[in-house]
């Protein structure tokens, strides 16, 4: 299994989402690669849509099953003002919710429930990881 993400995002929150996805994505790999889903083929991409209210309109989530290519396309809409005011442990959490979120329709690839909490039990390591790593961030 491998994880991929950039964002659909509106310019004031790119920095501290794009704080969120470096540390995400080569951790989560890291620790899906050292998991029993290192040979679960498939590629889920996230895609977060972070957006003001008033543009989120035109921006739905948007997430699918490409079964023939083994992709899950995940791309919910996630809470602007979070990325934009927030603590980074809020940022973090929204951040993850979203994939969270979407991790039972692993299902539609053929993810056993076992490689869904596992793969739920690789986020939430990779989350707490980060969070014990980060705290010394500065936000603006």
């Not at 008033?54 to 995940?74: F, L, N, T, W």
């Amino acid at each position: 299994m491998r994880f991929w993400a950039s964002f659909e995002i509106y310019k004031l929150a790119f920095p501290a989402a794009n704080i969120c996805r470096k540390a995400m994505e080569p951790l989560l790999n890291t620790l899906l690669a050292e998991s029993g889903l290192a040979t679960f083929e498939c590629e889920f991409r996230y895609v977060p849509i972070i957006m003001p209210p008033e543009m989120a309109v035109r921006y739905p989530a948007r997430s699918r099953v490409r079964r023939r290519e083994r992709v899950y396309d995940c791309a919910p809409q996630l809470a602007y003002e979070i990325f934009v005011s927030a603590s980074f442990e809020e940022q973090l959490a929204e951040y993850v919710a979203g994939i969270r979120s979407d991790a039972p329709n692993l299902a539609k690839l053929g993810a056993s429930k076992d490689q869904i909490a596992e793969f739920e039990r690789v986020l939430s390591q990779a989350a707490q990881y980060i969070l014990a790593n980060h705290l010394d961030q500065t936000r603006h």
